[in-house]
């Protein structure tokens, strides 16, 4: 039978002499800015409707060949059944398509965003202060679109923390060049502030 004592030996240590400070008002708070984000080029949500159109159409007949020549269902299920494939692949095909409309991202001084998602919205905020490198990337249906895909590393990690789509190659390549002259020269200065403070002459 454990005593009074025992138990109060297994208790967590709680946090002493810490101040917390005082409680902010909601009206103290950091203003809140509306983002105002760039769209990407109107070709993206095109190529994605069709990637994804001949992915679900490919699905979908696959399926449906399966289920005509081998399943053993009857007549009247494989009729019942197969306009729903048809109408998943179709419905499927359409969210790829909305969800390609919502990629937006903002250049801005001292960050880089991007923003999209339908039905889960994700915004992703890189400062320019943990920017590493930046990466363009084309494949053979973005080459056919003409469109690239902007990555961006920060230090650390190993793969990229914002993978933009859909920009058109100059658009990209501006973009590429402006993010890495902001990070060298948010790191320059980092890098002098340091040097500031570790100089013992500094006053």
């Not at 973009?175 to 403070?197: G, K």
Request: proline share 6%.
């Amino acid at each position: 039978m454990m005593t009074n004592t025992d138990i109060h030996s297994q208790m967590p240590p709680t946090l002493t002499g810490y101040d917390h400070g005082d409680l902010l008002p909601p009206t103290q708070l950091t203003p809140l800015q509306d983002l105002v984000l760039n769209k990407v080029d109107d070709n993206y949500p095109k190529l994605q409707l069709y990637t994804s159109g001949v992915l679900f159409s490919a699905i979908a007949i696959v399926t449906c060949l399966f289920i005509i020549l081998a399943s053993p269902l009857d007549l009247i299920s494989k009729i019942i059944i197969l306009p729903i494939i048809v109408t998943i692949g179709a419905f499927a095909t359409r969210l790829t398509y909305l969800k390609a409309l919502t990629v937006c991202y903002g250049v801005f001084k001292d960050e880089f965003i991007m923003r999209q998602g339908l039905f889960w919205v994700s915004t992703t905020s890189l400062p320019y202060t943990r920017l590493q490198h930046v990466n363009l990337s084309q494949g053979p249906l973005e080459r056919k679109y003409q469109l690239i895909t902007l990555k961006c590393f920060s230090a650390g990690s190993g793969e990229a923390e914002i993978n933009l789509p859909g920009l058109p190659a100059e658009v990209a390549e501006h973009l590429r060049q402006h993010l890495l002259h902001q990070a060298a020269q948010n790191q320059q200065i980092e890098q002098q502030v340091l040097n500031t403070d570790l100089d013992p002459q500094h006053d």
